[in-house]
């Protein structure tokens, strides 16, 4: 396995001052080690991203990165590579549809002697040596055992601890908020057994719903920070309602976290340069009469509970719910396709985010929008269609990037869109604010 040794400081003794504040500065000085054992960042950075770097450095390779949407977190983890000692090989966990991201970023500005990285990407559940690479990308839903119709697969855990890696980046980390699933439970073994040297932890929406949804970050970044679940809950938290915790004393514990492990910048206060977003609520008109005929018979399907225990009676509930979710969705499409379309007629310059929930509601939009030759991006596409989707769309061949609010929320640079459009919205508003800022990011020079 090759040596990596730690590059220069960006600041030697008599560096000049930095530059203002606002303009990006190249990293370019180096130690005189031999060429082919330096690690060199190739790209440049803000002073606040900057700042992110030192505050890695400072807390010794152990933090949570959870600057709002579209400050770089990515970038300040990579420039933190090419700084750190030893760092390689590093291990990406990501949702599925940002790992070709983070390929195309780390083979833009890292270089390794020399040379771009090597990657390597898992794929599939069943148990294989891996080769040698600088960097192992790879969904988190890959790590923990699976249950298939041969028997238990061992999840991908395993290969990784034999292939080794020194670096942990955990991207999109509120994936692992919930401490009971086998996500978390066998990246919490896996990171005790490899006892990786560097865990960076980065999401723009650390918390999303309950205080106790902290835990499990904090356990993986810094198990020694906050003790056990029970210790965490009991000195920090107060009981809501069944298993749920709120922060007690939510002040005291962001100072906590600001000095102990946690840096969280807005765009408000790093990038003030950034155009403000502008948000605007439009009715549409369906077919009233075929909404009530649909919910008649909704409601005739799973609202006769009498006969049924409490817990079938919520789960009836649900499934109504969701149903007359997906309908009421199915009648927006041709309203709300016609007003996208006349949005795009008034400026053919513009290009459109527009994102959806449901499958069929996507597939409407995709027929009735097809004379703007509309892209895709959804869970049910793999890797090479949403990277072909995102292409199109980056080189303006497609005007309208038609997308999945838990798929395409997160993580992509898509400052090419200055509009978009929530055909139907999530439970959880933070979903709709990692959506919106796809665009509304770094590099946006227009109101989003």
């Known amino acids: 396995m090759s040596t990596y040794l730690q590059p220069a400081l960006f600041e030697p003794p008599g560096s000049p001052a930095r530059p203002p504040a606002g303009r ?56 933190y590579l090419a700084e750190a000692r030893d760092p390689f090989p590093a291990l990406v966990l990501a949702p599925g549809a940002l790992l070709t991201q983070w390929e195309a970023e780390a083979g833009r500005f890292i270089r390794i002697g020399g040379r771009p990285p090597r990657f ?35 999840g991908r855990a395993p290969d990784l601890l034999r292939a080794g890696f020194k670096t942990l980046i955990l991207d999109e980390a509120q994936a692992l908020r919930h401490r009971e699933t086998g996500r978390f439970r066998a990246l919490r073994d896996l990171i005790r057994d490899a006892k990786p040297e560097n865990i960076l932890a980065l999401s723009g929406t650390p918390l999303y719903n309950h205080g106790h949804e902290f835990w ?53 206060e790093v990038a003030p340069q950034l155009p403000a977003k502008r948000r605007m609520t439009q009715a549409v008109d369906i077919d009233g009469a075929q909404y009530d005929a649909e919910m008649s018979a909704i409601a005739a399907q799973y609202y006769d509970t009498e006969d049924l225990s409490m817990a079938q009676r919520r789960a009836r509930s649900m499934a109504a719910l969701s149903k007359e979710r997906c309908i009421s969705g199915m009648l927006k499409v041709p309203a709300v396709a016609d007003w996208v379309s006349e949005m795009l007629d008034a400026d053919p310059s513009r290009q459109v985010l527009l994102f959806a929930h449901h499958a069929g509601v996507i597939e ?23 990277a072909e989707a995102l292409a199109e769309f980056k080189a303006g061949r497609s005007r309208i990037f038609i997308a999945s609010l838990r798929v395409a929320g997160l993580g992509l640079n898509l400052q090419c869109a200055n509009t978009v459009v929530f055909a139907e919205y999530d439970w959880s508003p933070a979903v709709h604010q990692q959506a919106e800022d796809r665009c509304h990011r770094i590099g946006q020079e227009r109101e989003v």
Request: net charge positive; charged share 25%.
């Open 216 to 268: 499990p970050l904090l356990h993986a970044v810094r198990p020694d920070l906050v003790g056990g679940f029970a210790q965490f809950t009991s000195e920090w938290c107060y009981k809501l309602r069944g298993e749920n915790y709120m922060i007690r004393y939510p002040r005291q514990f962001a100072e906590m976290l600001a000095h102990e492990v946690m840096l969280r910048r807005t765009k408000l």
């Open 24 to 79: 990006p500065r190249t990293l370019t000085a180096m130690l005189d080690f031999p060429e082919a054992q330096l690690v060199r960042f190739l790209g440049e950075l803000y002073p606040f991203q900057r700042a992110g770097v030192d505050f890695m450095r400072s807390h010794r390779g152990r933090a949570l990165i959870a600057d709002e949407m579209g400050l770089g977190k990515t970038i300040q983890a990579l420039a």
């Open 120 to 154: 390597h990407r898992l794929a599939g559940i069943n148990a294989r040596r891996l080769p040698v690479a600088d960097f192992y990308l790879a969904h988190y839903d890959l790590i923990p055992p699976r249950r298939t119709a041969g028997g238990e697969a061992p």
């Open 364 to 386: 409407g939009y995709m027929r009735k929008l097809a004379r703007f030759k509309p892209v895709r991006y959804t869970g049910l596409d793999n890797a090479d269609d949403r």
